[in-house]
């Protein structure tokens, strides 16, 4: 159980620390939240998956598809700070959910065609 709280804390208290960095500064919060932290987020998933003893297969894999995983959602980004001053936050959430899901679903299709 001890186990499972430090995972939790830890990752917790990255999203903490980058929301407060925000706060201060946007460029430096999105600079911190672009790829530094994302892989050591993933980072911190793989240390997690090893430690548990999981087969290095599913280790391996998990590195793989969240390569493939994260693509996709990169037009959001654009897209967000685009529409937030015209439409507000939450329909600019719930815009961007959508259009996630679409490119997702756009790119697996591509991406089948591929073998990926």
Same mark, same amino acid.
């Given at each position: 159980?001890? $186990?499972?709280?430090t995972k939790y804390l830890l990752t917790a208290g990255m999203v903490v620390f980058i929301s407060e960095?925000? %706060?201060?500064s946007d460029r430096l919060g999105g600079f911190i939240a672009a790829l =530094?932290? !994302?892989?050591?987020? &993933?980072?911190? &998933?793989?240390l997690w998956l090893y430690l548990e003893n999981q087969p290095e297969e599913k280790i391996a894999n998990h590195? *793989? /598809? &969240?390569? $493939? /995983?994260v693509i996709p959602t990169l037009p !959001?980004?654009?897209?967000?700070? *685009?529409l937030l =001053? %015209?439409?507000g936050f939450w329909i600019t959430m719930g815009v961007c959910v959508v259009v996630t899901v679409i490119?997702?679903?756009?790119?697996?299709l591509v991406m089948k065609g591929f073998g990926i």
């Open positions: 159980m001890a $186990w499972i709280i960095v925000a %706060k201060r =530094p932290v !994302m892989t050591l987020l &993933t980072l911190l &998933t793989l590195a *793989y /598809y &969240t390569f $493939w /995983y !959001m980004f654009l897209l967000f700070p *685009y =001053p %015209k439409l490119c997702f679903g756009l790119f697996a």
